[in-house]
């Protein structure tokens, strides 16, 4: 509104996304072939499957622990987490005996609802008390209890292995360009001449985010920071190291060399950002060096690395192969390897997206037992699967 002045690109994204009336993600089905966009679960199973076998790999890694909460961010329609809990009721020996949980953080009701239906079938309830951190319940149609909750803080403490697929991406960003008087904000302001434009503004003198949201060592001259990330990532962090676990973050990022990403798209195309607000999804690309500092050293942080690499580390090539050997219909033969090939191709989605994952540091150390003389190192820590290569036996 012209009367308040100009607003962080944040505060644009915030309200542009999640506002109650007129937010993207309140009012549109952004998902799918009708939607804005297209996600890695929704071209292919086989990416869902082999995520399943990455959390259960890092369960087994961390000494099969009794309880083991899955918790997604942000779960668009339910695809990942329906293929990934297909996988553990086909691994029902192996996770014999664990106290299996499924934990959905998810601000958008109408999602929620999606999600419920896609993963639960009608067995679920919505919470009648406003208060109640878990605002819906229910049982999924493989059988374990799953919840509902609007942020990490209302998920039970306990062993969790946590994912966000394209959920970083759309967090509020700030932009900060180099000029020869330091930092300066970037920010969205009214159009003087039209009343119903908006246009980028450059601050002339210095906010609290310009002069603390930077490292005093930044190379480059014009940089997106996106603190709500680095937040959720601190909080994983003391997760993992209270009550061991880790985390994946799989998205459309860099290693903090990329400075201009911020995008909109609509109908699979790149839309105007600041057009039409409201009717348009809006990004940035992850910096993922950014959240590798914010973790410091109380965790473990592996990658980036690309989708191609570590779907080739998980063995898509031989998922693939089995799957076209049980599937007679040359249609759905096709649809399965141009899934792989959107997944793995490096002009597609394969050098695009990368994997990011927050180990505890136990799980990399080697325990040493006996006593005194008798020391002597346990056996190697397991390597961390689709960040090494595994060797199929």
């Known amino acids: 509104p012209a009367s308040t002045g100009p607003i962080s690109v944040a505060e644009y994204m915030r309200e542009v ?40 790999s890092e369960w087994m890694a961390a000494g099969r622990p009794k309880q083991f909460q899955l918790v997604e961010f942000g779960p668009g329609r339910g695809s990942l987490m329906s293929d990934i809990l297909r996988v553990f009721s086909q691994l029902s020996a192996p996770l014999g005996g664990a106290e299996m949980s499924c934990h959905l953080v998810e601000v958008s009701p109408r999602l929620s609802k999606l999600q419920a239906q ?44 946590f994912l966000a697929h394209e959920f970083f991406d759309a967090l509020p960003i700030h932009i900060f360009q180099k000029t020869e008087k330091g930092w300066r904000e970037v920010m969205v302001d009214v159009h003087p001449e039209t009343e119903d434009k908006l246009r980028f503004v450059l601050l002339p003198s210095a906010t609290l985010a310009s002069s603390t949201l930077l490292q005093t060592d930044e190379k480059r001259r014009h940089v997106e920071v996106c603190p709500e990330g680095g937040v959720l990532i601190q909080q994983l962090a003391c997760r993992i190291v209270e009550d061991g676990g880790a985390a994946l973050i799989m998205d459309y990022g860099h290693d903090g060399v990329k400075t201009d990403t911020f995008r909109g798209f609509k109908a699979h195309k790149i839309h105007d950002v ?96 006996g006593e005194g003389l008798q020391k002597r190192k346990g056996p190697a820590p397991l390597p961390v699967a689709g960040f090494s290569e595994l060797c199929l036996r």
Not at 289 to 315: E, H, W
Not at 329 to 345: E, F, K, M, R, V
């Open 274 to 369: 600041l057009a039409e607000p409201g009717t348009a999804d809006l990004t940035a690309d992850v910096d993922f060096s950014y959240l590798r500092r914010v973790a410091g050293d109380r965790v473990t942080c592996i990658g980036p690395i690309s989708q191609r690499a570590f779907l080739k580390n998980m063995g898509i090539d031989t998922r693939l192969q089995v799957l076209l050997r049980h599937c007679q219909d040359p249609s759905n033969q096709a649809q399965l390897i141009q899934g792989y090939d959107i997944l793995t191709n490096p002009e597609k989605m394969g050098e695009r997206f990368q994997f990011f994952t927050l180990l505890n540091h136990r799980r990399l150390t080697t325990p040493e037992t």
């Open 118 to 161: 896609c993963l639960t079938g009608d067995q679920s309830q919505v919470s009648t008390n406003e208060d109640d951190p878990v605002y819906r319940r229910g049982t999924t149609t493989t059988g374990l209890p799953i919840y509902w909750y609007r942020r990490i803080s209302d998920v039970p403490q306990g062993f969790s292995i």
């Open 17 to 56: 996304l999640t506002n109650p009336v007129s937010g993207y993600y309140v009012n549109h089905d952004m998902l799918g072939p009708d939607g804005d966009f297209i996600t890695s679960p929704e071209i292919s199973q086989i990416f869902g499957e082999l995520l399943g076998i990455w959390c259960v």
